[in-house]
């Protein structure tokens, strides 16, 4: 009888191997991911080592365990073998790269991120679905850790957390740096909205408050590629959302999202940070609790009225608060209007990319070694120095030569193919969701630099095992 009970409720262990020795890829995984999320996205070279080491031992011993159990299936992904080409030929530039120790620790970090594919492919495929919907969870949770950290401490001017760019500070949050934290939150806001529209009824509530955190954070970082980003993922959501009630609690969900952005921004800038903490947590419980009550489907009608009602006063409140402020609105007219003249987007990056093209001529077989972009670029700049060429291929030009570059091209090609025919094919709503999250991903690295934050690229990672083969995602929370 416990044996039969146990079939049911584990169907995938398999016989004479415990079950924590199957499972415990998973928690190594979840366990760096978070920390990396934490400290930094693993950017500096002490979290970056110690995130490579957690990604290795989390990849190694699923790799054992696939062997032993002959799960040869969870190896059959293109993105895995053309990332596995890619981390062998990093690897040989240890032997001309400039600086060894800087281009070991990079090497160990793509190699770590194979496991970040192994992992969860293996896994779904042991344990099934319910295994994915624990992962991706812990993305959203970590999300909305992020972005509520983010708020509260642009709210209370807590440094390192915000940072000042263009004379008005910007949501930094755990990674210190406005753009990051606007691809992570944007690569876990579509995750969290399909969660929201096909999760648990009475789960729906909970998620529906993420989203607005993350929203608010979103706009609180300032990105312009993240205001871009976030108007498309919500366009896509409101489209798709299909029935009627939740086509309004998305409507409802943007709004509170806004209001809070809006609360913090003026609050922020006025300097009454622990007014603005309890205003905006005081929304998300008013958020929590409409929605809530809008899902159970007592009052009818009614809960549907107060939803409407409450998303137009959200929206009516975030501009009259806008409106009220002067310094809020030179700050959104600098970044949002101002900012997006072709005179300020354009000519740095088109002298950055210069410069690292030059790099990249001069030594295109081998190229310099991997993480050695910084070293090599003070030779060639035309711009003011930085450590990134702002686009993904370029500096893996730069860094690996014509090889590594064809085959970071390659995988992102790969993905991005695979992505749009996610998109407009018949599949679920997590799997387009995680699609989104890999597009983004991939739009924030052609302009900037966040897949030297191990754990967005991570994230990335598992995102790309999901999408690589749907029937991963069939029944996930359907």
């Excluded at 079950?19 to 998973?26: E, T």
């Excluded at 930094?172 to 096909?198: D, E, I, K, R």
């Excluded at 402020?325 to 997006?340: A, N």
């Amino acid at each position: 009888m416990k044996k039969e009970v146990r079939a049911v409720s584990e169907p995938g262990l398999k016989e004479g191997v415990p079950p924590f020795i199957q499972q415990a890829g998973l928690y190594l995984l979840m366990g760096t991911l978070l920390i990396g999320v934490i400290w930094n996205g693993g950017y500096f070279p002490e979290s970056k080592l110690v995130l490579a080491c957690g990604l290795l031992i989390a990849g190694g011993w699923e790799f054992m365990v696939v062997v032993a159990l002959g799960e040869w299936q969870a190896l059959r992904s293109y993105a895995l073998w053309i990332l596995a080409a890619f981390a062998l030929w990093t690897a040989a530039s240890h032997a001309w790269t400039l600086n060894t120790d800087v281009t070991d620790r990079e090497v160990a970090i793509i190699f770590g991120l194979l496991g970040a594919i192994l992992v969860p492919r293996a896994q779904v495929l042991r344990l099934g679905v319910k295994t994915m919907e624990s992962l991706l969870n812990w993305l959203i949770y970590s999300a909305g850790f992020v972005a509520a950290w983010g708020i509260a401490t642009y709210l209370t001017r807590t440094p390192p957390y915000m940072e000042m760019v263009d004379g008005f500070l910007r949501v930094g949050s755990t990674f210190q740096y406005s753009n990051a934290v606007s691809c992570f939150l944007l690569m876990a806001l579509p995750v969290t909205l399909a969660m929201h529209q096909t999760g648990r009824q009475k789960d729906r509530a909970l998620y529906g408050v993420a989203v607005s955190l993350e929203m608010a954070a979103i706009f609180l970082a300032f990105s312009r590629m993240g205001l871009v980003a976030l108007a498309a993922v919500i366009v896509y959501f409101m489209v798709t959302a299909g029935k009627r009630q939740l086509l309004s609690q998305m409507a409802f969900i943007t709004g509170a999202g806004l209001l809070m952005a809006a609360t913090a921004l003026v609050l922020g800038e006025a300097e009454y940070a622990k007014i603005g903490i309890a205003a905006v947590t005081l929304l998300g419980g008013v958020c929590w609790f409409i929605l809530r009550a809008a899902g159970t489907g007592r009052g009818g009608r009614l809960f549907k009225k107060a939803v409407l009602a409450a998303m137009a006063v959200a929206g009516i409140g975030a501009v009259v608060l806008i409106a009220i402020s002067e310094r809020s609105q030179t700050i959104l007219r600098t970044r949002f209007i101002e900012g997006f003249a072709w005179s300020k987007l354009i000519p740095h990056r088109s002298a950055t990319w210069e410069a690292a093209w030059n790099a990249f001529k001069d030594k295109p077989v081998k190229g310099w070694g991997l993480g050695e972009f910084y070293e090599i670029f003070a030779k060639y700049e035309t711009a003011q120095p930085t450590r990134f060429a702002h686009n993904l291929a370029l500096q893996m030009a730069v860094d690996t030569g014509i090889i590594g570059g064809v085959l970071i091209i390659g995988l992102l090609i790969y993905v991005a193919a695979l992505t749009l025919l996610r998109l407009v094919t018949r599949t679920n709503l997590m799997t387009r969701a995680l699609a989104i999250a890999a597009t983004v991903f991939i739009f924030y690295n052609m302009f900037d630099w966040e897949w030297y934050l191990p754990a967005i690229t991570a994230w990335f990672m598992v995102a790309v095992a999901c999408i690589e083969n749907k029937s991963l995602l069939k029944n996930i929370l359907e």
